[in-house]
């Protein structure tokens, strides 16, 4: 059969056709420059994403291990991409792809002396080259190529050239450590290679041996891609089974060995982590600290219904075709059966439609998963697809490429697809911008409640002790002055009176003094000048009372957020609800001063809390003038927490 190419296309001219040659040359040259230059700009370890994955590659060079404990407790590495397993982390991430890139470390650092402790920036962008511009720019190329034989009009090549190589979502991706450029990249090199086989009918051997190994590859990166690598087998068993059993089957049985080779020695399982998802081994306490995935915040709590779930990842704030409407040729195109079923690529439109169908399908059951992807700009799960869905427009660009009435839309369509794929800066690990836009228009709220007091809070002291006198209920808080000197701050339980109220001995820097609190009055809400007394019942001095609310003047802490805060006094976590007040106080030369309190309460120690933060500011410049931190040294006893994370 004749083959197809760029010369006999119908429309295209061998002179336009050296011309588009040209333009896809510098296009992609452009392109590769520009991404490379992206990268240079972007500093590793921007996401938990990434970060699991360069713990995974750490750890296995470094300690010779897939346990990632150590790396995730140096400052910048840690991830909520983890599980525990057997008393120990590992990385939520099937383990053969960093495996494979912690060989490439390995030899990164051997031939330059780098690490990635000490020269994260240099090593990762290096790498990242290795693994994502180079091969991607090979797939850009052979996409390029695929797109030069079967559209056959000027503006159908020129506008899918473009839109390859600039105007979708993997383009952010290229600057990170992830899954779905390498996985993409490779199913590109297998769909390229089985259409030369079934379409050009190429069918030497190593064409269906590579088709198979590339294939595999690419599942093995993108787990959801699996349909495409069985349709694959079936259309290429219809096109040569001897071949396909021969040479497809086994090389594709390589990447595959080696997946769950990996991963049976990562987990003593052949089992994924990821598949592990709401499990205990995903929802877990480690010395006191819940694990993100017991309390999802943001985008992963999965508030939204199936309707609005769809809804959104259609058209709405991470629409494939709201965020790259240039797909909504593709739809059309396969909305005109009768024009792509007629084109030399039919087998692979009504692959990529029925991949398509299928993958979303499975995520839209996913109603524990309905989180977008994460923090992210694109439907992570999705980008496999893309080159498909490129292809599958060119039956309707060859159809109506030289009308007006398509090409104004369509340009359109590829500056807000441009948009999108541009607009994160230096990181896939972001909003998308149409996101953006509905939150601050307030059509979407994905936020988090924020924690509550159960009622008003007019001191830093959360609680005071019931029953008879408790002699281990007592904490006490130092804080270093700039000259090196400690000040502290000593609570201690005294008992009950007859009255019903509560004696409390305050220790300052040495100074002794019991208080009397009432426990009612302090449970409802009153600020101090209600609830603490002299024992002789006289009211406490100006001086004191600015004690204890912990500013110059009666002011309610507002709810900030909930932490948990790791100290030098115990290895487990205490949980903290923080809260804050500040007010402006003018001084003797009338300068008008803030005083600030920070506050970590928590239920777990002696008197409700366990460190604050005292600032004072110019209210006018905001200049910060004064700081000084409190934190627990000792205390009695610590008191059980009173949560529900356990359930």
């Given at each position: ?12 001219t ?36 990434d ?38 982390f ?73 839109a390859?190589?600039?105007a979708?979502?993997l ?45 595999a ?10 349909a ?32 769950f080779?990996t991963?049976?020695?990562a ?27 017991m ?56 692959l ?9 399908g499975?995520?839209?059951?996913k ?6 992807g994460g ?6 799960w ?5 080159p ?8 309707l ?44 228009w ?15 809070v ?16 007592w ?19 005294a ?123 110019d ?8 700081r ?20």
């Amino acid at each position: 059969m004749n083959k197809p190419t760029a010369h006999n296309s119908k429309d295209i001219t061998d002179q336009q056709s050296q011309l588009i040659g040209w333009f896809a040359f510098f296009t992609l040259i452009a392109f590769m420059s520009v991404i490379t230059a992206k990268l240079l700009e972007t500093g590793p370890l921007k996401s938990a994403n990434d970060r699991s994955r360069w713990c995974t590659v750490y750890s296995l060079v470094e300690e010779n291990t897939y346990e990632i404990d150590k790396i995730r407790q140096r400052s910048g590495w840690d991830t909520i991409d983890l599980v525990r397993h057997n008393d120990h982390f590992y990385s939520t991430k099937p383990p053969l792809l960093p495996r494979l890139v912690a060989e490439i470390y390995r030899a990164v650092k051997a031939a330059t002396g780098l690490n990635l402790t000490d020269n994260p920036e240099a090593v990762s962008r290096i790498i990242l080259f290795i693994i994502n511009i180079i091969p991607m720019g090979i797939a850009m190329w052979l996409m390029i190529r695929l797109i030069r034989r079967y559209c056959e009009n000027l503006f159908g090549q020129l506008f899918l050239i473009t839109a390859t190589c600039w105007a979708t979502l993997l383009v952010p991706f290229l600057s990170v450590f992830n899954n779905h450029t390498i996985g993409t990249t490779f199913i590109i090199y297998s769909l390229y290679l089985a259409i030369s086989i079934v379409v050009e009918e190429k069918e030497k051997e190593w064409r269906y041996a590579l088709c198979g190994l590339f294939a595999a590859f690419g599942v093995c990166n993108e787990l959801p891609a699996a349909a495409y690598g069985l349709a694959l087998f079936f259309i290429l068993l219809k096109s040569d089974r001897k071949k396909t059993l021969a040479y497809f089957v086994p090389l594709a049985l390589v990447p595959l060995g080696a997946f769950f080779l990996t991963n049976y020695h990562a987990t003593g399982g052949w089992k994924p982590f990821y598949l592990y998802y709401g499990t205990e081994k995903y929802r877990f306490i480690f010395e006191g600290k819940p694990s993100y995935w017991m309390s999802p915040q943001g985008i992963d709590q999965s508030k939204d219904s199936f309707p609005v779930y769809l809804m959104h990842c259609t058209i709405g704030h991470h629409g494939i075709y709201s965020l790259t409407p240039i797909f909504l040729v593709t739809l059309v195109g396969w909305l005109t059966p009768n024009l792509w079923w007629k084109s030399k690529l039919n087998k692979f439109h009504l692959l990529g439609l029925g991949l398509t169908v299928i993958v979303i399908g499975f995520y839209m059951t996913k109603t524990e998963n309905y989180n977008y992807g994460g923090m992210s700009v694109a439907l992570r799960w999705t980008l496999w697809l893309i080159p498909f869905w490129i292809l599958a427009m060119i039956p309707l660009l060859n159809r109506f490429g030289n009308s007006i009435y398509l090409k104004i839309p369509v340009l359109v369509f590829l500056c807000v697809s441009l948009f999108s794929a541009w607009y994160p800066s230096n990181s896939p690990w972001t909003k998308p911008w149409l996101f953006n836009v509905m939150n601050s228009w307030d059509w979407i709220d994905y936020s988090s409640p924020k924690p509550k007091f159960n009622q008003k809070v007019y001191s830093w002291i959360g609680a005071v002790p019931g029953g008879e006198k408790n002699d281990n209920y007592w904490i006490r808080l130092e804080a270093q002055n700039p000259d090196g000197s400690t000040n502290s701050i000593h609570l201690q339980d005294a008992g009950p009176t007859a009255a019903g109220k509560r004696l409390v001995l305050v220790v300052r820097n040495g100074y002794e003094k019991v208080y009397l609190f009432d426990v009612q009055l302090l449970g409802q809400g009153k600020p101090p000048i209600d609830f603490i007394r002299n024992t002789d019942g006289s009211e406490l001095t100006p001086e004191e009372l600015s004690f204890f609310r912990g500013v110059p003047k009666r002011r309610a802490y507002g709810s900030s957020r909930i932490r948990y805060v790791f100290t030098d006094i115990r290895t487990d976590a205490f949980k903290s609800h923080i809260g804050y007040t500040y007010t402006d106080v003018k001084n003797g030369s009338r300068k008008k001063l803030r005083y600030q309190r920070d506050v970590w309460f928590s239920q777990e120690v002696p008197f409700g809390v366990f460190q604050f933060e005292d600032k004072v500011s110019d209210s006018n410049t905001k200049e910060l003038l004064s700081r000084k931190l409190w934190k627990i040294t000792a205390a009695g006893s610590f008191l059980p927490r009173q949560t529900i994370e356990e359930k």
